[in-house]
């Protein structure tokens, strides 16, 4: 199976999508085939790989509705070695349609379970909020990654958002895990920037990768063009930093990112 990774984080701005987007590519170029979810109605995922999403017929909202339809909603490698289960407006609607459906936590996990085979990895993009959408993400998931803004108040709400994790941890999905707390938007030459990462290191200790995210114009401008940050400038400290997290992933996952798809 794919290892199945939520990047979650119900504070907006914080990098999470740059992160869902950039991270797929890089581990893209690292392993087989990798495929990116994008859970958010916002679709900035969907955007970010060039996707028109108004053109699109078939979407993740279809495929949570019956799970049958997930192959038909992939798009096939808009960039090298990754596919896309988009997002459309309609995704904005499952919150309520999904209230009252039999296993309505496991729509997405029933989903992925059809192709996940074909996959060394699976990142989940999600919504900026703790409700449905976000639930069915991290009982799909395996680990979850979460991007905290190196500003004032980066740790605010965290501790909601960990009891949402250990929630489902606890009645959904127990193998879910923390598989890293990742510092975004970080100036090195400011000190607000090096006090907060002192203070997330001492919240999360070695659940922090060592890999930091810059803040960068080229990060920045890249999903305006519809391209992950290597098919925009692949020479930039953007790119470089999420080829490092990369790294650190399957290092820490103790995966060999030569080997086939499990």
Do not use: W
Not at 62 to 90: H, K, S, Y
Not at 107 to 134: G, V
Not at 171 to 191: C, H, K, Q, W, Y
Request: hydrophobic share 45%; glycine share 4%; proline share 6%.
């Amino acid at each position: 199976m794919a290892r199945r990774i939520a990047i979650c984080n119900q504070k907006g701005g914080v990098g999470k999508t740059t992160t869902a987007v950039n991270l797929a590519a890089a581990l893209a170029l690292r392993t087989p085939r990798v495929l990116l979810v994008d859970m958010d109605p916002q679709a900035h995922a969907t955007l970010g790989l060039g996707i028109n999403r108004s053109k699109l017929t078939v979407s993740v909202y279809e495929a949570l509705i019956e799970a049958q339809q997930v192959d038909e909603a992939i798009v096939r490698n808009p960039f090298e070695g990754i596919d896309l289960l988009p997002a459309t407006i309609n995704l904005a609607g499952a919150e309520v349609e999904l209230v009252d459906a039999p296993q309505r936590e496991f729509r997405l996990s029933r989903a992925l379970s059809l192709i996940d085979p074909s996959y060394s990895f699976i990142i989940i993009d999600c919504p900026p909020s703790l409700l449905l959408l976000t639930i069915n993400s991290l009982a799909a998931a395996r680990g979850v990654i979460i991007p905290v803004q190196a500003e004032y108040y980066a740790l605010e709400g965290m501790s909601r958002l960990l009891e949402t994790i250990n929630l489902v941890r606890t009645s959904l999905n127990p193998l879910l895990e923390i598989d890293g707390v990742l510092l975004t938007m970080f100036s090195a030459r400011l000190n607000l920037c090096q006090q907060v990462e002192r203070e997330v290191r001492d919240f999360f200790k070695e659940q922090v990768f060592d890999t930091i995210i810059p803040r960068s114009v080229r990060l920045a401008e890249a999903p305006s063009f519809g391209k992950p940050i290597f098919a925009y400038d692949g020479h930039s400290a953007g790119a470089q930093a999420y080829l490092a997290l990369a790294d650190e992933l399957l290092h820490r996952c103790r995966i060999n990112p030569d080997a086939s798809p499990p």
